[in-house]
């Protein structure tokens, strides 16, 4: 003996799969926007110096409006860049980021540090993005 299901629940059941698709949809794609912060910059800064190429460390903070308006642009720069960067949340209090901020002299955000190796190459602090895509064209090569 088969049951059936009633026309009511069977709707109400595939407007939840819907539902839940959308915000399974939803979460994936904004942590896909989101910048890709590096869970130990520190570390992280040290490697790509030893590998003497050129990189970039962004510095941005978690709610910083000038940060979100070229978040889009890039996080696409940083995803075509050879995974030649680091990205540091200025947010964040830990004695890593305080460090590293105080060794490249942050005092804004969203600024793009571009070193070769241990070395200095240039800094933008802005949201220019032409003057953005300067420093990440210099790592894309």
Known sequence: MTKQ???STLRWMIAGVVFLATIVGLVAWHTSQAYPDTS????A???MANQ???????FHRTGCAACESVKK???R?????NQRYVVVNA???DNQTKDLMT????????TFVQMRGNQFVASYTGTNLPEINKLFNAIQK
């Open 5 to 7: 299901v009633n026309t």
């Open 40 to 43: 130990n910059p520190a570390a």
């Open 45 to 47: 800064v040290q490697k």
């Open 52 to 58: 003497n190429n050129d990189y970039v460390i962004v």
């Open 73 to 75: 642009q890039v996080v």
């Open 77 to 81: 720069s940083l995803k075509a860049s």
């Open 91 to 93: 947010a964040h209090s």
């Open 103 to 110: 060794k490249f002299d942050i005092e804004h955000t969203p």
